[in-house]
Structures are given as structure tokens and as C-alpha cells.
């Protein structure tokens, strides 16, 4: 019987192991990936389904929508003020590029990382 519960304990150890490091793997970012422009900052979309804007409105066109995805920040502004009732609600929004001289879209600051206003990113 202690043998067994032994091996029971252990059982539950490894598998409380396995997906603790699994949960905290699937949150980190994967590395920036390169081509980007080295004098912007780096920033990261956490969320699903975001959609990056012509202007930083909720009305403005999609340009495209991307998930868990790294962009280059050229500039940040108050724009619609957007609230989602997962995560909160924001004015700040972002100018991305997905690679240097590529077209610029908005992002708002809710979907990326690094809060309400992103440090490292200059304002508009």
C-alpha cells in the first residue's frame, strides 16, 4: 500500500510539474523577430483577433488583424477611448508597422504589452 501511494505522490508531483511549466511557457513572448527597425520599439499583441485600424478609432478601416504577433512602435496617442470588459478599458493608442517602412496601422495600447501608455514609445 505505501508503495503504491509512493508512487501515486510522485505521479501528481511530476504531472503539477509538467503543467505549471507548461502555463508558464505558453504566457512569454516568443523572441522579436528580425527586419524590424532597430530605432523603434518593440511592442507585442497578447491577445487573439486584434484588429490593427487606419486611425485609432474602433470605426476607422481594419487594415488587418493579428494575434500573439510582434510589431514596431512609431508613436503613441489618446484616441476612442475602447473598453473591453476582459481586460479593461484604455484611450492610448499605438501607431504600428509590421517591418521597417511598411504601412503604419493603430493598435490600442489594451491588446499590447506594457499598459496604459508604453514606455519606450514617444508620443505623437
Not at 22 to 28: E, I, K, P, S, V
Not at 45 to 52: H, M, R, S
Not at 81 to 97: F, H, K
Request: net charge neutral.
Amino acid at each position: 500500500m505505501q508503495r503504491l501511494m509512493r508512487h501515486s505522490v510522485t505521479a501528481l508531483a511530476a504531472a503539477a510539474f509538467a503543467v505549471g511549466g507548461l502555463a508558464g511557457t505558453a504566457q512569454a513572448a516568443p523572441a522579436a523577430p528580425s527586419g524590424g527597425d532597430p530605432a523603434l520599439t518593440d511592442v507585442y499583441i497578447w491577445a487573439t483577433g486584434v484588429n490593427l485600424r487606419q486611425q485609432p478609432t474602433r470605426n476607422s478601416n481594419v487594415l488587418a488583424v493579428r494575434s500573439a504577433y510582434w510589431l514596431d512602435a512609431v508613436c503613441q496617442k489618446r484616441g476612442e477611448y475602447v473598453n473591453d470588459p476582459a481586460v479593461g478599458g484604455n484611450s492610448w493608442w499605438t501607431a504600428v508597422q509590421e517591418f521597417s517602412g511598411s504601412d503604419i496601422a493603430w493598435v490600442n495600447n489594451l491588446y499590447l504589452r506594457g499598459g496604459e501608455k508604453i514606455a519606450g514609445v514617444p508620443d505623437c
